[in-house]
């Protein structure tokens, strides 16, 4: 047995789809200070799969200003959008266990089957999970899941959640009948014990490819942070209950499930949330007003 200690490996996964802001900066600086801490590594890794939002030259601002903070990482930068053949072969893993299928529902298709009058059903408002309304269901039993899924780029596909977790039950050897994972620091230290069997009801079938991208955030989160070997995943709050996702993926596809620390998120004197367009908030903005990285560190609480 080694008695090596595992390496800790931090990222810091931008959206090209706007300004590096406080937000982001606090996110990154909190990910390199653990690192650096624990004498491990920081990564960067671009996250531009949706094509329609990305914009090349919010990357450039973004490196800059993370360099400009004194963050550096190993070249070259991981790209979502390089990584299409490793999502795609992911999808086929789950294709071919019967655990996705293809959806054609548009938003307003979701809303309409979610408000149709249903027989006993209460008159609470529909449920939510991690990505918004649950998904109803309405493509679930459409298709053949026998047959062979072309061009996997070409829809959108949903997890069989149930499915799933029969799959995993039936395969795996998970004690408890639950999935485990762990926040050392951050805003909810502790185990956390996801049960198998409420998962259908708390993420609901999750789109794990959409038509066009060829994946989802969830799936491209997941497979990036195993290829980065990430043993740390920091990101701000709001991503709590994404991790339920993230986990049960990792089970699906037999990856590490890495330690989580969720921060506190910055948010403006209003008490408001910075947005991804919070142009304000720019890191930009307060380097062109003379701000050192200092003030910065000390306008997130750092
Ligand atoms: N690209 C995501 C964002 O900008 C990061 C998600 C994550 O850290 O898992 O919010
Ligand atoms: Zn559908």
Redesign the pocket.
Same mark, same amino acid.
């Given at each position: 047995m080694s008695l090596q200690r595992p390496e800790h490996r931090q990222?810091? #996964?931008? !959206?090209r @789809?706007g300004p590096l802001h406080l937000g *982001?900066a606090f !996110?990154a600086l909190t990910a390199w200070d653990a690192a650096r801490l624990a004498g491990g590594h920081f990564l960067l890794r671009i996250?531009d799969i949706d094509q329609s939002r990305a914009r090349p030259a919010w990357e450039a601002q973004i490196l800059d200003d993370l360099a400009w903070l004194g963050l550096a990482w190993p070249e070259p930068v991981l790209r979502q959008s390089s990584r299409g053949r490793v999502y795609a072969d992911a999808l086929r893993v789950l294709w071919a266990r019967g655990l996705l299928y293809p959806c054609t529902c548009t938003r307003r298709d979701i809303a309409a089957a979610l408000s149709a009058p249903q027989e006993g059903a209460s008159t609470l408002a529909p449920a939510t999970g991690p990505d918004g309304l649950l998904y109803p269901g309405t493509c679930r039993q459409k298709t053949d899941r026998s047959q062979a899924l072309e061009r996997p780029e070409r829809v959108t596909l949903r997890l069989d959640t149930a499915a799933a977790v029969a799959w995993l039950t039936a395969h795996r050897d998970l004690g408890q009948s639950a999935l485990l994972c762990f926040e050392d620091t951050g805003t909810r230290p502790g185990r956390q014990r996801i049960a198998l069997s409420s998962l259908p009801d708390r993420i609901g079938d999750i789109v794990l490819a959409r038509q066009g991208m060829g994946t989802s955030?969830h799936l491209a989160?997941v497979l990036d942070?195993a290829h980065q070997r990430v043993s740390h995943? @920091?990101?701000?709050e709001?991503?709590f209950d #994404?991790t339920a996702i *993230?986990v049960l993926l990792q089970a699906l596809l037999d990856l590490p499930t890495p330690r989580y620390h969720h921060h506190r998120l910055i948010r403006d004197a209003g008490g408001k949330r910075l947005a991804?367009r919070d142009d304000a908030r720019a890191i930009a903005v307060y380097r062109g007003d003379g701000a050192t990285p200092s003030d910065i560190r000390r306008l997130v609480g750092l």
């Open positions: 990222r810091f #996964a931008p !959206s @789809t *982001h !996110s996250e955030y989160v942070d995943v @920091t990101r701000g709001d991503l #994404a *993230h991804k």
